[in-house]
């Protein structure tokens, strides 16, 4: 067969592709919105029977005998290129429709009840987003630890099947061990002043760490911090010195109360009251909301206001979720984090608040002291540790922050 005959039959073949196309469009078969799509796929099939048609006209100039195994399989993946172009503009178009129809449903969680400040960050985080994007996204909020505990709900992000969540800090370790420098004891001075470092450098690097592990960190927040509990008030570093105290089973806390001089002993939580009362420990940290809970203010009377560990989180979520977003998307799931978590934040203080208001007004003291005097006299500790967590620049670097 001349190659003008077969240029003529890859003619016939693009013409009846675009007629089927025409009456589908006017039959309603395809959506009118395709119509754009449906001509770039068009002109791949033409451009691949004209190039088809080169190809003969080449190969027959040159003396060589035309394989018409070539010129077909040419023209076939002409076809197959330009119906792929038209699936995806078809899928993409589709999808958008169904998009504007129904909301995306994102599955978050929390490991507390409905009215804990975990689970009503995720509440306000709904509302803010439906007051920018309407329509748009749908947040389930599934509490009570339900798909288990911050690992799970971590490993769940990390698969897709959990869309968002919040975690300690701690928890991330596993998988991004720099988190450890938030551990640091006696570094941050307030609620501003950890503001401040994660809003700078060292929290832009952390959120770069935690999105190369598959973890879209849109904010931080603050759960609260441990203060010193005694029988006798404590004032200072020197006030501990020789005392026993009842620590958390951390080789981390043994080593930073046996810097200062204490006898660090594990207990366990459900006997502290007992060990204070009975005079087995002199002292221990706890937070606020657990020195009441715990009524521990019964037999430790005195809270001095060290907040000497404090325990700080993130708002994260699936990467591949996240990615997948629009511009204008993104930019309110970023002000959606933001104002949510410092909602949390508020919420979270207030509870310790309350919490320090219910003790104090049963007998417990609040002591004032010195941060500066135990951040002194945590050099020697934070020298040991520097390694371990990006060195003891790094640990100034969070001091230094104003």
Do not use: C
Not at 63 to 85: P, Q
Not at 172 to 192: C, I, K, Q, Y
Not at 251 to 267: E, F, I, K, Y
Not at 368 to 389: C, I, K, R
Request: hydrophobic content about 40%.
């Amino acid at each position: 067969m001349h190659h003008d005959s077969h240029a003529r039959v890859n003619g016939l073949r693009v013409g009846y592709i675009k007629n089927f196309a025409d009456r589908a469009f006017a039959d309603h078969i395809i959506p009118s919105g395709l119509i754009r799509s449906w001509a770039t796929a068009g002109e791949l099939v033409t451009e691949a029977a004209k190039r088809t048609a080169h190809q003969v006209d080449i190969t027959t100039k040159r003396g060589r005998k035309t394989d018409m195994r070539h010129v077909s399989h040419a023209w076939t993946k002409g076809l197959r290129v330009g119906f792929s172009a038209l699936t995806l503009a078809a899928a993409a178009t589709l999808g958008t429709a169904t998009a504007q129809a129904e909301p995306i449903t994102m599955t978050v969680t929390s490991l507390y009840a409905e009215a804990k400040p975990q689970t009503q960050v995720w509440v306000r985080f709904g509302e803010l987003m439906e007051e920018m994007l309407p329509g748009q996204f749908e947040v389930n909020v599934i509490t009570d630890g339900a798909l288990g505990g911050e690992k799970e709900e971590a490993e769940g992000i990390l698969l897709g099947s959990i869309t968002g969540s919040l975690s300690t800090i701690a928890n991330l370790t596993t998988w991004v061990p720099e988190g450890a420098l938030f551990d640091m004891p006696f570094m941050f001075r307030s609620h501003d002043h950890i503001d401040a470092v994660m809003a700078g450098d060292i929290g832009q690097e952390m959120k770069a760490l935690y999105k190369a592990q598959g973890f879209t960190v849109l904010s931080f927040v603050t759960y609260g911090s441990r203060n010193v509990i005694s029988k006798e008030p404590i004032t200072s570093p020197a006030d501990v010195d020789g005392q026993t105290m009842r620590v958390l089973p951390s080789q981390l806390h043994v080593d930073l109360w046996s810097s200062l001089g204490a006898n660090p002993t594990a207990v366990p939580i459900t006997e502290a009251y007992g060990a204070l009362e009975t005079g087995v420990v002199d002292y221990m940290d706890m937070t606020k909301s657990g020195y009441d809970a715990l009524k521990l203010f019964e037999v430790a009377p005195y809270l001095t206001e060290t907040n000497h560990i404090w325990a700080l989180g993130v708002m994260y979520f699936d990467n591949n979720f996240y990615d997948g977003l629009t511009d204008e998307q993104k930019d309110a799931f970023q002000k959606a984090a933001d104002q949510s978590t410092d909602y949390f934040n508020e919420l979270a203080a207030a509870a310790q608040d309350v919490s320090m208001a219910n003790t104090m007004a049963l007998g417990a003291e609040i002591v004032e002291t010195d941060l500066t005097l135990w951040q002194a006299a945590m050099e020697p500790f934070w020298e040991s540790y520097a390694d371990n967590v990006g060195g003891i620049d790094r640990i100034r670097a969070v001091v230094d922050t104003e």
